[in-house]
Each structure stands twice: as C-alpha cells, then as structure tokens.
C-alpha cells in the first residue's frame, strides 16, 4: 500500500493557557482563497468542558488504530468554518471510524473573520490541559495565529511529515457517500442513552446488533428487523467521557435495513454541539474498500458536473441540492453524482442530523484519490481493449479468468468478487465495464 505525504507547518504548537485555547492552523482554503495559516474564529465557547471533552474525542479517534493496534503515526484534525459552525473531523488509523464534532451557533459567541477548511494542531500539551476543562472553567477559542500571542513561544515553527495511506484517503471518499444512504433508526434521550453505552460488553472486540424497543435498544448477537450493526463495540469508547453531559443519542443504520453486517453511525447530541461516530461495516474493514462511490465516479458526465456544482460551493454547513441544481441548471439526479465526484476530493462531507452535504476542502486532490479506485482503473481498462459485449441488458466481458456475464439493470455478475459479496461493497469492475460501455452505446445513437 502507497501513502501520500502531507506536510504540516504552524507557526506555534496550539495552546491552551488562561482559559484561552488557541488552535494553530496550517494551510487550507478559504472564501478569500489559499492560505498559509487562516484564522476563522475568534470568540467563547459557553459549553466549555463538554467542548474541550469532544475536541479530545476527535483527536483520539485520529491517534487510534482500532484493528491490530499499534503504534503508529498521527493526523491533525480538520476543521471547517461554515460561519454559523465550527466542525472538527478526523479519521482513525485504521480507516474503520471517522469521527466529527459540530460546535453549533448555541455554543459559540464570538466573530468569524473568514469561511474554510485547516489542519489544526493537536499535540501532547494540548490534550493533557483539555482534559483538565471543568464545568465552570471559561473558554476562549481561537482557530488561527492570532490567539498565540498569548502565549511566550517566539514564534517556534512546528513542523510534521505525516504519511496519508491509501484506505485513509479513500475512506473519507466513501463514508459520506455510505452516511447519505443510512436513516435514523433510534434515538434515545439521555438518561437511556447513558445506560445503554454503560452496559454494552466491555470487551472491545466484540460483534452486536441492536434493536429499538420503545425508548432502548437492545442488544443481541444476530440480525433481526430493524436491527443496527455494531461491530468492534470498543470502536465507540470515545463516546464514554462524553455520558455526563448527553442530552440524547441517534442512532443511524442503512436506509431499509441490511441483512448482513452494514456501517453504522452513532451521533451524540451534547448542549450547543454534536459528536457522531461512523463506524465500518466489521471491525477490521476500513471504509475504503466499501466501493460506494464506484457508480458516481463511473458516470462520464459526473466530472464535469462536478466542475459545474463546484464551483457554486461557498463553504456553507447546509448544502441545499434543489437550489444547486437550478443554478447549475442540472437535474438533481446529477447534482447529487456530482457532489460524489466532489466527495472524493473532500470537497463535501455529509452531516446526518441535518440530511445534508456540507462543503469543505481537505488537502489532497480528486485525481489522486480517483487513481486509487483500482476496480475503476480496472473497469476502464476493460472497455478500453474493447472486452465488452452489449448484448440488450447482458453484457458479456472478457477477462483473463473467461467471460463473465452481467446483468447491466441489477448489476448481477457471475464473477466470484460478486457472488462473495453480492453487491454489499459496491459494483464488481465487470459490472462497472459493463454500465460504462452502455453508456457509451446510448450515447452514440444519440
């Protein structure tokens, strides 16, 4: 497996002195455009310890290889201001749990001097002082250079190499496609909440279900009607420190149910702000062999949709799909592949209380990361040495293993990737031969 590498540069390590936490950012884009260091924010938090608990949460997740630990390198977390919010994201090693914190206008009181995306810096210091926030203990925030002047630092530059591997790229890709196809299956108020987590298993690899029972969930070991999947319960051990000041918990699973092992998302609703979990279908699997984004990412015309409807995002924390589909002047089926495409720069993430892409940008590129659909590549491949044979709506292809025969409506294969998986992580590289090669047979009768 190849990595990337992201070079992080800040201009001091963030702080946390006095009750004011400065995060020092590195790069990013804003409304205004590239920048070295942004500031976005500069103001309180009225919700201090439940904040400075959440921000713990996030960056923990990020130091976290859930399957196999060991140690390993470190990401930053990324933070977006979309005016109105603040959102911390981050991604375990693993590539199995990505985590995001939403600060909400009810838990900030301050001024916003720009709109965008940044890495912020998250080191040892840091998190033993945010560990320390209590209930009445004030907190200043500050996301940019400005609010370092606080402390006596000199200026000292902190720089970090960190290597971006495959599955971690990948895996931002697929999940907000994955968290757009889940509904919520349970929500429970607080006190509920607090009990259900407390009496889950303590031992961190174990494989549940759980089914809505009026206002609880409980807890089995197979698949049942309306059951949810959680595997690796350890996986939602960051959600623990947070019990004390939940007001309720959401629950997420696929839309319609799933009969096998299937994502999850776990959203924990706190005063002011909101901390969701998304967990991999099994404790070992990564989000980026999922394959939800193959189908967008096939589509010829998706690519420059994806031009079109990027260029209309502003970094607002709701994006309204009617709206960019009248000033992109595209159907919102479209839209809707186009902000896939985008997906898979970084450019949206997906926020399941509100069922909406929200835009961001993390820093690498959409070539790099389509490059690493392999299947894609593979399938593309397929069409180019022409190994493709349309026949109505089977489609043979060609393959050194023999020909396999698709069905192009259902996406049926006859190849073992399909009849071990059956569609559950996204179309095989026949399949996806096949519909490309359709698309091109209707587009050259027209």
Known sequence: MTSATQAYSYAA????VDGRLGLSTSGGTALSGPALAPRFFSGVVTQAAPAAAAL???ADVALTRYHQPRPGWTRDPVV???????RFESFSACGGVYARLDLLDGALDGEVFDRGTTNVDVNGPLREALARVGP???????????????TTLDGAVVEKKVPLPERWLRGFAEVQVIAAGMDLKAELPGMNAVRFLRSLPKRATADLWVTPVGRELRVGDRPGAGAVCLSGVGRLATLLPLLRFARSLRVYGPAGGAGGAASSAWELELPGMRYTLALSPERWRGFSGEGAVLEDLSSEEAEGDADVVGMLLNFEPEVEIG???DRAGLPTARVRAALTQLGTAGRVGYDLSDAAHFHRELPYDREHVQNLNPRLAAARALVAAGAVRIEGDTARVR????VREVRVSDGSCTCPWWWDHRGSRGPCKHVLAARIAARADVAAVR
Do not use: K, N
């Open 56 to 58: 713990l949460g996030v």
């Open 80 to 86: 977006t201001c979309g005016g109105d919010r603040l």
């Open 323 to 325: 709206l960019l589909a």
């Open 399 to 402: 393959t050194g293993g023999g």
């Open 13 to 16: 390590p963030s702080t946390l």
């Open 136 to 150: 009445r203990d004030p907190l200043h925030l500050g996301v940019g250079a400005d609010e370092l002047t606080v």
